[in-house]
């Protein structure tokens, strides 16, 4: 198919993190997002999963332009490991342009060629044009695409909730409603992330009053752990701060950097500057006279949070006269180390408030109404919902149908799906095969390699490492083998009887004259293996060198 426009979800259809879809308009490739997922125990040793693009690579494709929606590490997280091999220009809005730019000085790579979006203003392809409109969410300077081509045009609403007094200044439904007005939109994609969630999300200045009430009349600190990225939210801690006469802490490298943005931006003009101070400077006011700003509030390790929580911090130890506030949402999977921090408070004798004992946030991603009501709005003649497990696309469409999109415009398209809107509206006519890599200790691991693999199941098994000399006949062995157990549950003592065992009866056995030192090390290996799995009860790796003198 030559000539078509298309969408092809790479990742985020099929789970919440490592969001990145391409749009295709005849020869032009638009890649949208470029995200990461963090990685779970499952993956020992890795840190971030993320869309392998084996699939562009072997079909030779090349983007016109990276389009990224906002700076949440779930769009932009993947864009280091890839954008050399990938280069296009990268257009997006101010904030998550110095977002980008970190990233990449971080990881000491060359700077992307970035172009800074101005919402509402048109760019112009060659293929296709986009216009960027700002959308409320947990982050600022998010925003939507509206992507026209001849063949029709596409929303794309990026993360986004519905927040009627939205600190960003205007309404992600009046933004729709401007931007869709009298024109006809093709294809609408949404996201999905809180589909589940029945009616409409609150808003974030109910949470700014919450605070401020949480704030008053507490005796000792005030710890307000959220997401770095959200300066909604530390803005209304700063002004419950400022209200309650508490001089502000920031602790963590995220939080002061994206403080020191926005500062440059003049994003948070309306904070005077003076009520922040340095951790030296905490020995010189009183614990009323203070509130910690921090991150952590997943129970990361290093985090301030965390620091915190264990004592490890200079100049501050909590108390019973201490109030901690968690403001943020648990990511599934991170349960049990949130309730290690948590605990950990409760240890010190604080008390701690976090969003189910307290109003202390609201998500970055709108209810099910807040979906049902802007796809109504838009009216779009087909949808496809992304930014979800498969039920949270499932059910995205229930409402999409329910908003009035017809059942046979409503697209479930998956990871590697290709979704085929014009020249004629034809479903999911193609499917990409598309794998996952991996980002541990910042170097990209390949899902297609055998590393991940190996680590698995050495992380599952251990290993026995054998090496031993033999005269040049193979047929004796000279001086003591040298044997590492690691993580299996034996003696090496144990693992000489068995190698001594079978180097005997190999011995005596007739293939003697054929052996070589591979092929006598790899009868050998089998031999102390299946010797090994009855005492352990699996098959271990294990590992032999056998050297010829
Ligand atoms: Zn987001
Ligand atoms: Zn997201």
Redesign the pocket.
């Known amino acids: 198919m030559n000539k078509a426009f298309q969408v092809i979800p790479l990742g985020g259809c099929g789970e919440i993190g490592m969001n990145l879809t391409l749009w295709r308009v005849d020869d032009s490739w638009f890649f949208v997002d470029c995200g990461t997922l963090f990685a779970d125990e499952h993956l020992p040793g890795m840190d971030l999963i993320f869309p392998s693009l084996d699939c562009v690579r072997e079909r030779g494709i090349k983007p016109a332009a990276w389009l990224i929606t906002?700076g949440?590490e779930?769009?932009i997280g993947a864009l280091p490991f890839v954008y050399s091999e990938f280069p296009a220009p990268i257009y997006t809005t101010q904030f998550t342009a110095e977002l980008i730019k970190e990233k990449f000085r971080g990881l000491e790579l060359p700077a992307p060629e970035i172009h800074i979006w101005q919402v509402w203003n048109r760019t112009t392809f060659r293929q296709a044009s986009v216009t960027p409109f700002p959308v409320n969410?947990?982050?600022p300077d998010?925003c939507g695409l509206y992507f026209e081509t001849k063949y029709g045009n596409l929303l794309h609403t990026g993360?986004y909730r519905v927040d009627r007094s939205a600190p960003e200044g205007s309404v992600t439904l009046d933004n729709l409603a401007k931007i869709t007005a009298g024109r006809e939109t093709l294809l609408m994609t949404g996201d999905s992330t809180n589909v589940f969630v029945p009616g409409r999300d609150r808003e974030e200045k109910q949470i700014a009053e919450s605070l401020l009430k949480l704030f008053d009349g507490v005796k000792g600190r005030v710890v307000v752990a959220t997401f770095a990225s959200n300066i909604w939210r530390v803005k209304s801690a700063f002004h419950a701060a400022h209200a309650t006469g508490r001089k502000v802490v920031l602790l963590g490298r995220s939080l002061i950097r994206n403080y020191e943005i926005c500062r440059r931006l003049g994003m948070i003009d309306d904070i005077d500057e003076n009520i922040v101070i340095s951790q030296e400077e905490l020995k010189l006011y009183k614990p009323h006279e203070v509130c910690v700003l921090c991150t952590g509030t997943q129970g990361e390790v290093f985090s301030g949070a965390n620091r915190l929580a264990f004592g490890t911090m200079d100049n501050i130890r909590l108390d019973g006269n201490d109030l901690v506030i968690l403001s943020a949402r648990s990511i599934p999977g991170n349960e049990k180390s949130i309730g290690v921090l948590i605990n950990q408070f409760w240890r010190l004798g604080c008390r701690v408030l976090t969003g189910k004992e307290a109003d202390v946030h609201v998500s970055?991603h709108g209810y099910s109404q807040d979906l049902a009501d802007c796809i109504a709005l838009v009216k779009p003649k087909m949808f496809m919902p992304l930014h979800g497990e498969y039920r949270n696309l499932v059910q995205h469409i229930n409402v999409a149908m329910a908003s009035g999109v017809p059942a046979e415009c409503c697209h479930l398209v998956e990871n590697g799906d290709v979704l085929t809107v014009a020249p004629e509206a034809l479903g999911v006519t193609d499917r990409w095969d598309v794998g996952r890599d991996f980002v541990g200790s910042e170097r990209v691991v390949s899902g297609s390699s055998d590393v991940l693999r190996n680590r698995v199941m050495l992380a599952k098994n251990g290993i026995v490492e054998i090496s031993l000399v033999t005269d040049n006949s193979l047929s004796r062995m000279l001086g003591e083998p040298k044997i590492f157990v690691r993580g299996v549950n034996t003696r090496p003592n144990r693992v000489k009887d068995a190698l001594i065992g079978s180097f005997r009866e190999l011995q005596r056995s007739q293939r003697k004259s054929n052996w070589t030192e591979e092929s006598l090390s790899e009868e050998l290996r089998i031999a102390v293996r299946r010797e090994l799995e009855a005492e352990v009860g699996y098959k271990c790796v294990v590992t032999m060198f056998v050297h010829r003198i």
């Open positions: 906002h949440h779930d769009h969410h947990s982050i998010a993360d970055g």
